[in-house]
């Protein structure tokens, strides 16, 4: 089967997309008037005080500025998070003619994991890369992320992400249902402000070329999961590709025991945002977990009021 490159991009420049959405902008200043992260930061701190370890960026898109901030220069676990780089280097090989999208992966090669996703509750038992990417960035699935990883490779995910400039950002293992004392402690780790500057670079097509990042762009636009930062947006979590209220979102989520975190990008007719929190607690109680949840939550509430 012949390797071909990537279809034309899906999705156009950011600029133009953000341009169908309202005809006009509001004045800047009224705009800054309303611009404000107070809310977070209440919460992050308290949250902070309880314990919890908290790291948060937020880039406004078209400014370049660093609008909100809180130690992120920290690595931290970040869960299903290490998934992009391992889909940027997918697009960034089929972009190249090095891996066939069609090329078949049985499912009976890998070894189980049980712990969650969908292609196990599949009757497919083969599916196409393209098809794994999908799944992956739709769902997380973790026999479709251990899949791409073992066609692709470790060492050329850390490559990719030293050519972007990630130095405190890794994907360090493949999923397991459970860690041993041989195995990395963690499917990956990253800083808030090279995660947020690396969505920035996407939908900016700037991650490798337009291509490659459209076709990221595209694959994360599906996922589901937007329970984190993104329960404050009022989107479906099965269609938001194209909101009828001219939002535009795109997210990927992080989630284990202790661990939560989200990155993504969020415009709307104000403004553009890149962002990105991670929040590592001691999930010792319900108390404990639903407490991380208002916090991404409350995030998502003053982005939502930063862009719309």
């Not at 800054?32 to 005080?49: C, H, P, V």
């Not at 130690?71 to 003619?97: K, N, R, Y």
Request: one cysteine or more; glycine letters at 6%; hydrophobic letters at 45%.
């Amino acid at each position: 089967m012949r390797v071909g490159p990537l279809p034309e991009p899906s999705l156009p420049p950011l600029s133009q997309r953000r341009s169908r959405r309202r005809p006009k902008r509001l004045p800047k200043r009224a705009a800054i008037d309303r611009r404000s992260f107070d809310s977070a930061e209440r919460t992050l701190r308290q949250l902070a005080a309880s314990g919890a370890q908290v790291s948060v960026h937020i880039i406004d898109l078209d400014s370049g500025v660093d609008v909100f901030t809180g130690d992120d220069h920290v690595s931290l676990p970040v869960a299903g998070i290490g998934v992009v780089p391992l889909l940027i280097e997918v697009a960034a090989m089929i972009d190249q003619g090095t891996l066939d999208p069609l090329e078949i992966v049985e499912r009976a090669e890998l070894d189980p994991v049980t712990t969650s996703g969908l292609w196990r509750h599949l009757h497919a038992p083969a599916l196409p890369i393209a098809d794994l990417a999908v799944l992956a960035a739709a769902a997380g699935d973790p026999l479709a992320v251990n899949a791409l990883l073992d066609r692709v490779g470790h060492e050329r995910v850390r490559n990719r992400l030293a050519s972007l400039g990630l130095r405190r950002t890794a994907l360090l293992d493949r999923v397991r249902d459970h860690r041993g004392p041989d195995d990395a402690p963690n499917l990956a780790v990253g800083s808030t402000r090279e995660i947020a500057s690396l969505f920035a670079a996407i939908v900016n097509s700037t991650a490798v070329n337009p291509a490659v990042s459209a076709q990221v762009a595209e694959w994360l636009s599906l996922n589901h999961d937007l329970s984190l930062v993104a329960s404050a947006l009022g989107l479906d979590p099965f269609a938001h590709e194209n909101d009828s209220h001219g939002l535009l979102f795109i997210n990927k989520t992080g989630r284990d025991r202790g661990i939560r975190s989200e990155a993504g990008v969020l415009a709307g007719p104000r403004a553009g945002i890149a962002y990105a929190l991670s929040i590592c607690f001691d999930d010792l109680s319900i108390q404990h977990r639903l407490r991380a949840h208002e916090a991404c939550r409350v995030l998502g509430t003053d982005l939502m009021e930063y862009v719309y």
